[in-house]
């Protein structure tokens, strides 16, 4: 058995092993998938850099298409995050010692991509839904500095998921309780994402295939229990009516037919008797005189 597996086993909790693990292992996998799509979708907003900004943003927020996928981004990364959270329980049961890491960590990176989230995307939503917020070049002013906002609460979401990634591998030097590869791939994460402006653009979504890993892993520790703990068949079973095409149980014949028995001594059978003593031998007797 795996320290993975030995640690989760091990600990002590109300509701079954398969169940904690399982569902925060779908929610995670969920969670990460979901990180990368909005990420990848993300990609396709406006620049806000260089003199082209403007045009830039007003042509991109001028079509419905991309009003559509904004808000359908913002959707996507708020369930992401939410789930998120479920998944974090899970990953701060690992950390043992160190769960107050990861949990702060995690916190701290869920509350700032669901803020980034809003701000990268509610000018889309409410251009959509608002007939008195027209897409123009004086509101697309407003789209440049909602899209940095998003951007910078992107890079602090990142240094949480730095400090959480940090917290599961010092976790995994100590008591083994993560596989190593795993513990290493989460602190090359944070290690990129202290890069900060420079690599926020991709480490929410290295974040994400880092949460597929870990979430498959709970999900497959979760079976692996459940295997362990399925009650073996009872040897004992079947030993009352005997073997397939055995005679029931009974007296065994003998060779001759009969059947023979061994039987105790009845109680009320008389015990040998001693042998009996003879007429007492009598000696010279004295003569009356």
């Given amino acids: 058995m795996s320290a993975w597996e030995a640690t989760m086993m091990a600990s002590q909790s109300a509701e079954p092993v398969q169940h904690r693990d399982l569902w925060p292992g779908i929610a995670g996998m969920v969670a990460g998938a979901l990180l990368i799509t909005g990420q990848i979708l993300w990609w396709d907003t406006p620049g806000t850099g260089g003199s082209g900004a403007l045009r830039s943003a007003f042509f991109y927020y001028v079509q419905e298409g991309n009003r559509d996928t904004a808000e359908a981004t913002a959707y996507i990364l708020l369930v992401a995050g939410l789930l998120f959270l479920f998944f974090l329980v899970a990953l701060s049961r690992l950390a043992g010692n160190r769960s107050h890491l990861v949990l702060v960590g995690g916190t701290v990176f869920t509350a700032f991509l669901l803020i980034g989230a809003l701000a990268g995307n509610i000018f889309g939503i409410t251009a959509n839904h608002s007939e008195s917020f027209p897409v123009a070049p004086g509101t697309a002013l407003i789209s440049i500095l909602l899209l940095n906002v998003a951007y910078g609460a992107m890079i602090a979401s990142m240094v949480g998921a730095a400090v959480m990634l940090f917290g599961l591998w010092r976790a995994g030097q100590e008591t083994q309780a993560i596989p190593a590869w795993l513990t290493w791939a989460g602190l090359a994460v944070a290690v990129i994402s202290l890069a900060g402006p420079f690599t926020a653009w991709l480490t929410p979504l290295l974040?994400?295939?880092?949460?597929?890993?870990?979430?498959?892993?709970?999900?497959?520790?979760?079976?692996?229990?459940?295997?362990q703990s399925e009650p073996a068949p009872d040897a004992t079973a079947g030993l009352a009516d005997g073997p397939a095409g055995s005679p029931p149980p009974g007296p065994t014949a003998s060779p001759a037919g009969s059947p023979t028995e061994t039987s105790a001594p009845s109680p009320t059978a008389e015990a040998p008797r001693p042998p009996e003593a003879g007429p007492p031998s009598t000696g010279p007797t004295d003569k009356e005189s």
């Fill in 207 to 227: 974040l994400g295939v880092w949460a597929l890993a870990a979430g498959a892993l709970l999900i497959m520790n979760a079976l692996a229990h459940k295997d």
